[in-house]
């Protein structure tokens, strides 16, 4: 029998409300918004001097429209792909925002890409137009060959390259343009026109560009609103990746509610800037709560016991005179580094260890896990704030259906689905109204999907047994503070092995703690004491584990795993098959 799970009646009733107005268009979602609402705070960003400065819609509307014209007097046609490489910030989200009101599409580009990739993605997608943060990414753009005729410069000045315009001259060309031009430009957009063209990180080969029109955008706003998980008044923060599905979701939902953002998107400063800014939601990646929780959980002495104790009231009862002093004493102090005001965080982009979740909960800081692909425009599942099953993604978004094949693969339908990839055959993928996600799922009483692995990536053993892997990584991340990565292999092996990439900040505090503190991150990671305190660890994840899928040994790296080395992608999921390559020798010689 086929399971299948849906959204409360009460969320497909408000999003049939809210889609009998709906807009054609991401441009003219966001031109109303501006206009509802001139006066509000749409941004806030960190000024030069420290101090958050907001900025209003009417502003963000100038800015817009501006780069629309810009764009429009420089030669863009509907559906012209303009690239954007930077790094998370307002300016990012304008241009993006005036690519749409021009009629345009974003082609996204990640920061940290390789020069090979970065030529894939503009010449695969033919992109005529780029923005780049800086001067160190016009190299990247400006190749022999490239399809990119003008680049605008957000920081720095343009050199003697007259391709090279900076977004103040984009700007200025725009106030000189054609009256009219961008109102006449976002009358002509249609739903069904390419709005975005966002090239999946994947876990092997290149990437593959993902087609999403402005209806599924739209959709998005509109189907994140009817769950009324945000209200006009919530203030959330923004430091994610922009050129991610999952930052186009949150501006997209961000239109249809009208609330504001914090943005910054140095992940350095992001405790700081919490304290500073005191948001309400926070959306991030299961690595952040994981760096978190290994911070706190790795208190020792009467700090480490206090925690514990509050923990542990808080789990059982969050009231009574135990718990009001447990928060007095230590909750609090915990919420109060982020800003104190925090409803919930947002997690999504890959799985978050229940352990860890449950712990945020005990502190009073609750997080909401969702799932999505790019293919899907990101947001699928969502686990309602006040309904919240630890282990699973939640219930489908109202007006998306979710189905378990007869296989266990997750497949999905509705408004948000993309249009195919880009230049590539897209019928193993989207079948009879329905994508397939390479992921396999199930369905819990309550109604929520549960993801237990990724298709391929189940490991088969030469005795003949299945691990999922990914269910084992997360289990690990949550008991080692140490553990960066976590990487579980044993395909047609006769059993499983680990390599394990230590987290830099957490080793180095082991390391001061042990004797080691002028040891270079090799010297830690070859050291006797740090590998006992890991086979300490492995062997309490084994205790939590079936015989056949224990960790019968294990290597730690001496470097870390990273994205510009191509082993982690821009979300930091695990590229599986380029680290068993590289990593081959030490891998078998695990086996020898």
């Given at each position: 029998m086929t399971q299948t799970c849906t959204a409360p009646a009460a969320e497909h009733e408000l999003l049939a409300a809210l889609r009998a107005d709906e807009h054609p268009s991401f441009g003219a979602m966001f031109l109303h918004r501006a206009q509802a609402q001139p006066e509000a705070t749409a941004y806030?960003?960190?000024g030069p001097d420290g101090s958050w400065q907001a900025q209003s819609w009417a502003a963000t509307a100038t800015a817009v429209t501006e780069i629309a014209a810009g764009l429009l007097a420089l030669g863009l046609r509907p559906e012209d792909r303009v690239a954007i490489a930077s790094g998370t910030r307002v300016e990012w989200i304008e241009a993006d925002f005036g690519v749409m009101c021009a009629g345009g599409a974003t082609t996204t580009v990640y920061p940290s890409s390789s020069p090979d990739e970065v030529a894939h993605i503009l010449t695969d997608s033919g992109s005529r137009f780029a923005v780049a943060e800086n001067e160190s990414f016009v190299a990247k753009l400006l190749f022999d060959g490239t399809p990119v005729e003008w680049v605008i410069l957000i920081d720095g000045v343009p050199g003697d390259d007259p391709r090279v315009l900076t977004l103040a001259q984009l700007r200025e060309r725009g106030r000189a343009g054609e009256p009219g031009a961008v109102e006449a430009a976002v009358a002509r957009v249609r739903p069904d026109d390419l709005a975005t063209l966002i090239y999946t990180s994947g876990t092997t080969g290149l990437p593959?560009?993902?087609?999403i029109a402005h209806r599924a955008w739209v959709y998005q706003g509109l189907a994140i609103q009817a769950m009324g998980i945000v209200q006009p008044d919530d203030l959330g923060y923004l430091w994610l990746p922009l050129s991610h599905a999952f930052g186009k979701a949150l501006l997209s939902c961000q239109l249809s509610v009208g609330f504001a953002f914090a943005v910054d998107g140095d992940v350095s400063k992001v405790v700081q800037r919490l304290g500073e800014v005191r948001p309400t939601v926070m959306p991030a990646v299961p690595r952040i709560f994981e760096k978190v929780y290994a911070a706190v959980s790795g208190a020792t002495g009467v700090q480490k016991m206090l925690l514990d104790w509050a923990v542990s009231v808080a789990g059982k009862r969050k009231s009574g005179l135990r718990f009001?002093?447990?928060?007095?004493?230590?909750?609090?102090?915990?919420?109060?580094r982020f800003g104190g005001r925090m409803r919930y965080f947002i997690s999504g982009a890959a799985g978050l260890s229940p352990d860890i979740a449950r712990w945020f909960d005990a502190v009073g800081l609750p997080i909401a896990e969702g799932y999505g692909l790019t293919e899907s425009s990101a947001t699928s599942m969502f686990n309602r704030p006040d309904d919240l099953e630890y282990g699973?993604?939640?219930r489908p978004v109202p007006g998306t259906e979710v189905r378990i094949a007869e296989d266990g693969e997750i497949l999905l339908s509705g408004p948000g689905l993309m249009d195919g990839y880009h230049n590539l055959d897209s019928s193993a993928t989207l079948r009879d109204g329905w994508l397939h996600t390479g992921d396999i799922g199930e369905i819990t009483e309550r109604g929520s999907l549960r993801i237990?692995?990724?298709?391929?990536?189940?490991?088969?053993?030469?005795?003949g047994k299945y691990v999922a892997p990914q269910v084992i990584e997360s289990r690990f991340k949550a008991i080692c503070p140490l553990a960066g990565q976590f990487v579980v292999h044993g395909e047609k092996r006769k059993f499983i092995t680990a390599l394990i990439d230590l987290d830099p900040d957490e080793t180095r505090k082991w390391a001061s703690a042990h004797g080691l503190g002028d040891a270079t991150h090799a010297d830690i990671?070859?050291?006797a004491p740090l590998r006992e305190a890991i086979a300490g660890y492995v062997e309490q994840l084994n205790a939590t584990l079936n015989s056949w899928e224990t960790i019968?040994?294990?290597?730690?790296?001496?470097?870390n795993l990273g994205v510009e080395s191509g082993e982690l992608t821009a979300s930091l999921k695990l590229r599986r098959r380029v680290i068993e390559e590289r990593y081959r020798p030490l891998l078998d010689d695990l086996y020898a």
């Open positions: 806030l960003r960190p593959k560009g993902v087609r009001r002093v447990a928060d007095r004493l230590v909750l609090a102090k915990i919420r109060a699973t993604v939640g237990t692995d990724r298709k391929k990536d189940l490991i088969k053993t030469s005795n990671a070859r050291s019968k040994k294990f290597a730690v790296l001496e470097q």
